[in-house]
């Protein structure tokens, strides 16, 4: 059975940052791809980072230079390191490569 | 820049069969596979459909998918509707560059 269990969230200031990691059992995270999706309140769904089998990440415009994405394949773990977050960063994070999703952790940025 | 467009909401009664669209804003819709993932409140996205057509394990027949070229558009077809299914609908394909792209969602409300 593949699972893929993120962590990290919380409650963090605005300017502060956040490492959100997502491990995966059944499913070795360093093949083919692995996304960080994310979830505002009242949006939809949001593609935030994209890392390849080859390590070759990309970013979404709204979190380019602030959000690092990397991998730890010893540990079988997906990382999202977060950096200068915004409000506008609040939200549900999951890790996913079709078919599978994480279960997400909330990230809420406030003052 | 590609995008997907989705009916908002839908609604339909229990037992009945309700379409839910998908309309890609350019190019051919056909290039790239169509995933479509359902979220319940307070619940992760799960897979309903991915490939295009194809249903992961435990997803019951009643979830089907389908691409209509000549309207450069996909369809989810949920028949037999629950009241279970009362969930947000998102389909998701790839850019030129082969980034995700989310469609809006659409919220389906079985009544």
């Known amino acids: 059975e593949v699972r893929l269990v993120e962590s990290g969230g919380g409650l963090v200031q605005p300017g502060g940052s956040q490492r959100l990691s997502c491990v995966g059992s059944?499913?070795?995270?360093?093949?083919?791809?692995m996304y960080w999706v994310r979830r505002a309140p009242g949006k939809g769904l949001e593609w935030v980072s994209l890392i390849y089998s080859d390590g070759k990440s990309y970013y979404a415009d709204s979190v380019k230079g602030r959000f690092t994405i990397s991998r730890d394949n010893s540990k079988n773990t997906l990382y999202l390191q977060m950096n200068s977050l915004r409000a506008e960063d609040t939200a549900v994070y999951y890790c996913?490569?079709?078919?599978?999703w994480g279960q997400g952790t909330l990230v809420t940025v406030s003052s | 820049n590609f995008m997907l467009t989705q009916p908002h909401s839908v609604s339909e009664s229990p037992e009945k069969t309700v379409t839910i669209s998908c309309t890609g804003s350019?190019?051919?819709?056909?290039?790239?596979?169509v995933q479509w993932y359902q979220q319940r409140p307070g619940s992760a996205p799960t897979t309903v459909i991915y490939?295009?057509?194809?249903?992961p394990s435990g997803v019951p027949d009643r979830f089907s998918g389908s691409i209509d070229s000549s309207s450069n558009s996909a369809s989810l077809t949920i028949s037999e509707l629950k009241t279970e299914d009362e969930a947000d609908y998102y389909c998701q394909s790839s850019d030129t560059s082969n980034l995700w792209v989310f469609g809006g969602g659409t919220k389906l409300t079985v009544l």
């Open positions: 490939e295009d057509k194809r249903r």
């Open positions: 996913t490569r079709t078919p599978y």
């Open positions: 350019s190019g051919s819709i056909a290039n790239n596979y």
């Open positions: 059944g499913l070795t995270v360093s093949s083919n791809y």
